[in-house]
């Protein structure tokens, strides 16, 4: 089992930068391929990127691809996001989520194991 603590959020202009982190525990780390979803409230909960245990394979969403990049260190078990050109519709609650084994899938039902959220807020 996996516990994952966000961190990171906060409110920034359109243009800006946050970096997102993802803390798990467990011994394991290396063994989850871990994703970052948002949410906006009365919407589903969007898939934004995924990387594998090793790192090696990294997947965006189209709305993100090229301005967000996913990185781990296994060392420190932690997952980041880093947010560049930040826009207005970028602003929703982050989650970062873990699966045990290699997952392909960009659905939110793939992940076992979901952190608490953190808030990130484009203003315009």
């Known amino acids: 089992q996996v516990q994952l603590v966000e961190s990171g959020g906060g409110l920034v202009q359109a243009g800006g930068s946050l970096r997102l982190s993802c803390a798990a525990s467990?011994?394991?780390?290396?063994?989850?391929?871990m994703a970052w979803f948002r949410q906006v409230p009365g919407k589903e909960r969007e898939f934004v990127a995924r990387?594998?245990?090793?790192?090696?394979?990294?997947y965006y969403a189209d709305s993100v691809k090229g301005r967000f990049t996913a990185s781990r260190d296994n060392a420190k078990n932690t997952v980041w996001l880093q947010m560049n050109d930040l826009k207005p519709e970028d602003t929703a609650v982050y989650y970062c989520?873990?699966?045990?084994?290699?997952?392909?899938?960009?659905?939110?039902?793939?992940?076992?194991?979901w952190g608490q959220g953190t808030q990130v807020t484009v203003s315009s």
């Open positions: 989520a873990a699966r045990l084994g290699f997952a392909s899938s960009s659905a939110e039902v793939a992940y076992n194991y």
């Open positions: 467990g011994r394991t780390f290396s063994s989850y391929t």
């Open positions: 990387i594998t245990g090793g790192g090696t394979s990294i």
